[in-house]
């Protein structure tokens, strides 16, 4: 399952954003490390169901009337502060466990009401661009330092004949999620000296810096939208490269529990509600309140940052693999049944390697369920692909 990280200083929201998108029961409270020890739960990102272009809906439970909702893990641990790569506050706790993430959200404070450390201050007295660009240098600077701690191992390793760089500086970075086409990627952008003993400090921070790059893309959440001054995001994205959502962690999570309750009609990812049980004044104050908070930046952004994390910064596809081509259904009659998020470019045999091993070690061919078209191993699939996969291994 791909793993979404939630990354932050303290009271940036990150425990909000946790509890919206995952309904678990967290400590939330405004004041530093609220968050001791990392939360790891199950949220969803958003997509079109394949049912819509049938007469009716699947049935599945994570479809609501053509809104897909697909797993995904979603992880908050503590929050950084100034020199966390070095061990201040609980840095090391949350870097390590950062090494498992596929993709980060930075969750920062629009409202510029909280400092470098996370303590409350005056509202717009606080630049949220400082913790967009605070997040990212923590964390190169941290695998700067492992990168450096290692070294002594790749160069041993260049002693023998048979040395490969790419497959030493692998076996060094696998722990933190980089792959050997990763590492190849990242070499072929740089310049480096042949021998590893030559290398400089500068050129292991550009090494680590370009592979914190490649394997944790970041998002950032302009967080508490509804109090940060007007042209705050415009601000945070002007002075960014990377996807910035407005959000409201607070509306979202609020909006949950009133559709939980049956008070207002919302599903995750919806631009609007509507109120459609009794409310009292101060509620509807406060769901006005989100409501023009969402009309202005198009929903609470919670889905949005989490689509925006797998499908965009991932480049996922979500691919339904089924029994029955015509029917669209497994072999107990359950239609779309499951979904499967693959990378962009996949092909039938990926999608059968990621059902189960066996299925894909016996690979016979795939069928194109919407045409009933059988499709061959180099076809590329596409979002919203609906695919019959025959193997020697199962039906």
């Not at 969750?107 to 997040?135: K, W």
């Not at 041993?156 to 497959?167: Q, V």
Request: charge should be negative.
């Amino acid at each position: 399952m791909i793993t979404v990280a939630l990354a932050g200083k303290p009271n940036a929201g990150k425990s909000t954003f946790y509890t919206a998108a995952t309904m678990a029961d967290v400590d939330v409270a405004n004041y530093p490390f609220t968050t001791i020890d990392a939360n790891r739960g199950v949220t969803h990102v958003r997509t079109e169901c394949p049912c819509l272009d049938r007469d009716e809906r699947c049935g599945n439970e994570r479809c609501r009337d053509g809104k897909r909702y697909v797993p995904v893990e979603l992880l908050d641990v503590a929050g950084l502060v100034p020199g966390a790569h070095e061990g201040k506050g609980l840095g090391n706790q949350f870097l390590d466990e950062l090494t498992n993430a596929d993709v980060v959200v930075n969750v920062v404070d629009a409202s510029g009401a909280t400092n470098a450390e996370g303590e409350p201050v005056e509202p717009g007295s606080r630049d949220p661009l400082d913790d967009v660009d605070f997040i990212e240098e923590e964390m190169d600077l941290w695998l700067t330092g492992i990168v450096d701690r290692n070294w002594e191992s790749v160069e041993r390793k260049s002693r023998s004949p048979e040395f490969d760089i790419e497959t030493a500086l692998t076996d060094m970075l696998t722990g933190f999620g980089a792959s050997e086409h990763d590492v190849a990627s990242v070499l072929r952008g740089l310049e480096y000296p042949a021998d590893p003993k030559a290398w400089t400090d500068d050129d292991r921070e550009a090494l680590a810096r370009a592979v914190r790059r490649r394997t944790k893309p970041i998002v950032v959440v302009a967080n508490k939208v509804d109090a940060a001054p007007e042209d705050a995001v415009d601000r945070i994205r002007a002075g960014t490269d990377k996807p910035v959502i407005p959000a409201t962690a607070d509306g979202e999570r609020a909006l949950r529990r009133a559709a939980e309750a049956g008070v207002v009609d919302y599903d995750p990812g919806d631009e609007a509600f509507e109120v459609v049980g009794d409310v009292s004044e101060s509620q509807r104050t406060g769901l006005d309140a989100i409501a023009d908070a969402m009309a202005s930046h198009r929903g609470t952004g919670v889905q949005a940052a989490l689509n925006a994390a797998v499908y965009d910064r991932l480049d996922r596809i979500t691919v339904y693999p089924v029994q029955d081509a015509a029917k669209w259904t497994d072999g107990t009659g359950n239609v779309l049944p499951d979904a499967h998020l693959l990378p962009a470019g996949s092909t039938p045999p990926d999608l059968a390697y990621a059902v189960h091993t066996d299925i894909g070690e016996g690979y016979l061919h795939a069928v194109d369920a919407r045409s009933s078209r059988r499709i061959g191993e180099s076809h590329e699939l596409s979002e919203g692909d609906v695919i019959k996969i025959v193997s020697t291994a199962g039906p």
